[in-house]
């Protein structure tokens, strides 16, 4: 029987309102104290965790893995190494694979997938509609039953409000949640820009940010139609954080996240034609960037995820506006999180409940806090320790991030799922 | 540009992309190269033998004549090796990718791509990847820029109006989707013009485009005030059936040049365009061909300016050898 103790770090858990030096204990996968010693326990492993912060593993709420379909990209295995690195232990499948999931069969196939690479914590998220196509509904109820944790359409857009209405009634008669990036096709006119200054410039094709307003007004709109419960993921800008702030005051029940590379990165910091900085939705204005940094303080975008899109080198190599969107992601999630904690923008528990806590409760599992009974998902970092995103440190299999070559502060040293060591750095 | 991939490291042109991140210094010399060269148009040999020896290949991904056309004539002028070559885009979209064609021309011994493509970027991204003593020159990209015409443009304003301190310049027409402007509001800023001005509705706007240094007008009757140059840009058909436009006659009663209109501008103002021209959607015949106009003398230029563009692109590569 494995048993850990984590001795001697700073035990940051927001859900239970600790943050002192600590001992955690973990026996049979769960965490069995935080406090005094156990009766008996005799610990396989011991981690000396002095001057490093203990806390909840993290949850990323939009991930990609590639597989099925896109094994060129990224696999579960590749990409498993690198989240359980980067102190992640529960991810969040967006249903964009190849085949979509759509069907059970999907799922499961997944969840083997998972299995094999070791990491089990992985929850698909089913398509809202088949194939994405926004026209039919998907068999949420089945897609729920073999393991799915949430409905959404990924980057698709559902172009017919009315069928987006039924898909939303239909999750909400299930107790499904939405998890949504509200996207308006006919507004983001094939774009690959921001509508902005950076755009006009370099005559690239350009979504405005009302593509993402429009779409998310109309969306609030049907959560109080259909009282379906609805997350609202990888928000870009200023008048999106205004419109879930009102949603909530009104009484709404949604939720948001951000990106990390959102809160960080604008127009201006793109470098002409590089194809790193293609992302969906793009980088906006400054403005923006410090709206979503105040709505993250604030708590009403609760979450930040890592959106992470590994892809090979031929899909970033071609003309900007041709490459594929997206950026690899999850290793730079807790050193870019740190940087607005340095910054002065949010607190270290604001952060840290942003990666765990937060999540947990949009997906409602038992998760994100070092509860005594839970399952022990645990991360142990170093804040002080630099690192560089380079060939030697990087795991994931995609190398598509603007941060190539940058140095960062603070690194996962250990990383624990379901009590089980999967990570640590000296290895 | 952070990091200008159009300079060596002795600040001389390598490729020639974009006009942005290019100094007046560079432009003027450019324009005076340029005016040595258009004395050989008379001349009963039109050749000189700069760039004997050195292959270029012109690479047009989208279909044009005007453009690939001078670019041959002023390779052949410099006594190069010409080879053009249109791409369908079918071609491309078969599986072989931009940077696997390149590739391939490489592997035959290339000085020079003169590159045109649809899509913005496509020839930073050619300048980017290909081996390091090949120049690239672009020939239009996408929507973004188009500097060999800007700057033929600008030869023929200098040609008219001297000094651009003073001048006020009027960019008539679809700025959004047009390279041509963008290239051209550039040169102009960096060659100092008093103004430049863009009349267009608003669904040929770029958002923010004043942030590229320009005034803007609405309304063709008050934006031509004070006017010495007037740029004509050419109306695509399909604008109309993307809803940004209703009719050609609707556009042409607005924005279209009459000689009406074009007595509101100085009276010794000079009527350009890109070319091809729409003659009543855009402009008036009348004034296309009217004595104000200098449209024609723009193409002969285009010759002169290209010329000039690969001696310098090239010039370059044979003191680095």
Not at chain 2, 2 to 12: A, H, P, R, V, Y
Request: charge should be neutral.
């Amino acid at each position: 029987m494995s048993q850990i103790l984590i001795k001697q770090g700073q035990l940051i858990d927001p859900a239970n309102n600790i943050n002192r030096i600590a001992d955690v204990y973990i026996s049979e996968g769960k965490v069995v104290s935080v406090t005094d010693e156990p009766a008996g326990f005799t610990p396989t492993t011991v981690i000396d965790a002095s001057n490093k912060i203990i806390c909840p593993g993290f949850i990323d709420l939009s991930t990609r893995l590639r597989e099925p379909g896109q094994s060129r990209k990224a696999t579960f295995k590749s990409e498993a190494i690198a989240a359980a690195s980067a102190g992640i232990t529960t991810m969040c499948l967006q249903p964009d694979t190849n085949p979509v999931i759509d069907t059970p069969a999907v799922a499961e196939l997944i969840k083997e997938l998972a299995e094999k690479a070791q990491y089990p914590q992985i929850y698909p998220i089913a398509a809202l509609t088949r194939k994405l196509e926004g026209t039919e509904l998907s068999s949420m109820l089945s897609l729920k039953q073999a393991g799915c944790i949430a409905v959404g359409n990924a980057q698709q857009a559902v172009k017919n409000l009315l069928i987006l209405r039924r898909a939303m009634e239909y999750a909400a008669s299930h107790d499904l949640l939405v998890m949504f990036r509200p996207n308006d096709y006919w507004l983001g006119n094939n774009g690959c820009a921001h509508e902005g200054t950076f755009a006009t410039r370099y005559g690239l094709p350009s979504i405005p940010e009302e593509a993402e307003t429009i779409a998310l007004a109309q969306c609030l709109e049907l959560v109080e139609l259909t009282g379906c419960r609805m997350h609202f993921g990888q928000l870009s800008c200023k008048r999106s954080v205004i419109k879930i702030f009102q949603a909530k005051k009104y009484g709404l029940n949604v939720s948001a996240d951000v990106a990390i590379h959102q809160l960080h990165l604008t127009q201006d910091d793109m470098i002409p034609f590089d194809s790193s900085y293609h992302v969906l939705p793009p980088f906006r204005t400054e403005d923006d960037k410090q709206y979503l940094r105040q709505g993250l303080a604030s708590g009403t975008v609760n979450s930040i995820c890592s959106d992470h899109q590994p892809h090979d080198v031929d899909a970033k190599l071609g003309a900007f506006p041709e490459t594929e969107a997206g950026v690899s992601s999850l290793e730079t999630l807790l050193p870019l999180m740190l940087r607005l904690v340095d910054q002065g923008e949010i607190t270290l528990e604001q952060g840290i409940s942003a990666l765990s806590e937060n999540p947990a409760r949009v997906l409602h599992i038992n998760s994100g806090a070092l509860t005594v009974g839970f399952s022990a998902d645990v991360c142990v970092f170093d804040r002080e320790l630099t690192w560089q995103v380079n060939a030697q440190n990087w795991k994931s299999q995609g190398v598509n991030t603007p941060f190539w070559g940058q140095d960062f502060k603070g690194r996962v040293t250990h990383t624990i799922q379901a009590g089980k060591l999967i990570y640590s750095l000296a290895d | 540009m952070t990091e200008n991939i159009q300079l060596n490291s002795k600040g001389k042109l390598k490729h020639f992309l974009s006009i942005e991140g290019l100094n007046k210094t560079l432009l003027t010399e450019i324009l005076d190269i340029a005016e040595s060269f258009i004395g050989m148009n008379d001349q009963q040999i039109k050749k000189v033998p700069l760039l004997r020896g050195k292959t270029i290949v012109n690479l047009f991904f989208e279909n044009s004549t005007r453009t690939r056309t001078t670019f041959e004539l002023a390779a052949k002028r410099l006594s190069a090796d010409v080879l053009s070559m249109s791409i369908a885009t079918s071609s491309t979209s078969k599986g072989e990718s931009l940077l696997d064609t390149i590739r391939n021309l490489e592997a035959m011994f290339v000085d020079m791509f003169v590159v045109r493509h649809g899509i913005s970027g496509a020839a930073h991204f050619i300048a980017q990847h290909t081996s390091p003593h090949i120049s690239v020159i672009n020939a239009g990209d996408g929507q973004h820029a188009h500097p060999t015409q800007a700057m033929l443009d600008m030869f023929t304003i200098r040609q008219f109006k001297q000094d651009f301190s003073n001048l006020r310049v009027a960019i008539i027409g679809d700025i959004l989707h047009s390279r041509v402007a963008r290239s051209q509001i550039q040169a102009l800023n960096i060659l100092g013009a008093a103004e430049v001005r863009v009349l267009a509705p608003k669904t040929l706007l770029p958002s923010h485009v004043e942030s590229l240094g320009v005034n803007v007008s609405h309304d063709l009757t008050s934006g031509l005030k004070d006017i010495d140059v007037i740029i004509m840009l050419r109306l695509q058909k399909e604008r109309m059936t993307s809803a940004l436009l209703p009719s050609e006659s609707e556009y042409f009663k607005c924005f279209g040049l009459t000689e009406a209109k074009l007595k509101i501008a100085k009276p010794d103002a000079i009527v350009m365009h890109p070319g091809p021209i729409n003659r009543g959607v855009e402009i008036d015949s009348k004034v296309a061909d009217g004595p104000q106009s200098v449209i024609l003398k723009q193409v002969s230029n285009g010759i002169a300016i290209r010329m000039a563009i690969m001696a310098m692109a090239m010039q370059k590569q044979g003191a680095a050898e």
